[in-house]
């Protein structure tokens, strides 16, 4: 009887060793399951991040690109909705939109490596919109993915997108009577 209890203290039973097992694979699930959480919420702050960086640049440039009332106006200010990057109006200084590689930083053709789609529209507005007796547009600059959102439209071969839903930034620039003048405020939402 001594025997059988010095041996039964040694070691594990078959029973207890299966329950070690059970306890180790349901953490390791669970383990593998964070990580996977871990790593999706990393490429949508990434993608967040370069989508913003993108609106933020656009928005760089349309702030610096002269709006002024007796004088040479950005050919980009003109109202309108621009959507292509490589077919920028003569002139201007605003050229961060279209398929955008970030990357590269740069517009890039359709078809080819891009990852986001920046655009922007120019709307027109009166004192009756802004402030008494002046004119100007609000600047609607908009980041989203290049590809579909559809899981039936992107392929294997497709990077997956990286942005939720797309940013909106806003701005709005007064016709100024000389080119130091504007009045410009960004809003998000």
């Given at each position: 009887?001594t025997?059988?209890?010095?041996?039964?203290?040694?070691?594990?039973?078959?029973?207890?060793?299966?329950?070690?097992?059970?306890?180790?694979?349901?953490?390791?699930?669970?383990?593998?399951?964070?990580l996977?959480?871990?790593?999706?919420?990393?490429?949508?702050?990434?993608?967040?991040?370069?989508?913003?960086?993108?609106?933020?640049?656009?928005?760089?440039?349309?702030?610096?690109?002269?709006?002024?009332?007796?004088?040479?106006?950005?050919?980009?200010?003109?109202?309108?909705?621009?959507?292509?990057?490589?077919?920028?109006?003569?002139?201007?200084?605003?050229?961060?939109?279209?398929?955008?590689?970030?990357?590269?930083?740069?517009?890039?053709?359709?078809?080819?490596?891009?990852?986001?789609?920046?655009?922007?529209?120019?709307?027109?507005?009166t004192?009756?919109?802004?402030?008494?007796?002046?004119?100007?547009?609000?600047?609607?600059?908009?980041?989203?993915?290049?590809?579909?959102?559809?899981?039936?439209?992107?392929?294997?071969?497709?990077?997956?997108?990286?942005?939720?839903?797309?940013?909106?930034?806003?701005?709005?620039r007064?016709?100024?009577?000389?080119?130091?003048?504007?009045?410009?405020?960004?809003?998000?939402?």
């Open positions: 009887m025997t059988l209890k010095t041996r039964r203290s040694r070691g594990f039973t078959l029973v207890e060793a299966l329950v070690a097992i059970g306890i180790l694979a349901i953490a390791g699930t669970g383990m593998l399951r964070l996977g959480t871990l790593a999706q919420t990393n490429q949508q702050v990434s993608g967040e991040t370069e989508g913003l960086a993108l609106a933020t640049r656009l928005l760089a440039e349309i702030e610096n690109a002269p709006y002024v009332r007796n004088g040479r106006t950005d050919p980009g200010l003109v109202p309108g909705a621009y959507t292509n990057g490589l077919a920028a109006p003569g002139g201007s200084l605003i050229r961060s939109y279209g398929l955008m590689n970030p990357d590269s930083l740069t517009a890039v053709a359709p078809g080819g490596n891009a990852v986001y789609r920046v655009t922007y529209e120019v709307v027109p507005w004192g009756v919109a802004g402030p008494a007796g002046a004119d100007g547009v609000d600047i609607v600059v908009t980041v989203d993915n290049a590809t579909a959102r559809d899981a039936d439209e992107v392929t294997a071969t497709r990077e997956p997108t990286r942005l939720m839903r797309a940013i909106r930034l806003a701005t709005r007064t016709l100024a009577d000389s080119p130091t003048a504007n009045d410009a405020g960004v809003l998000r939402w």
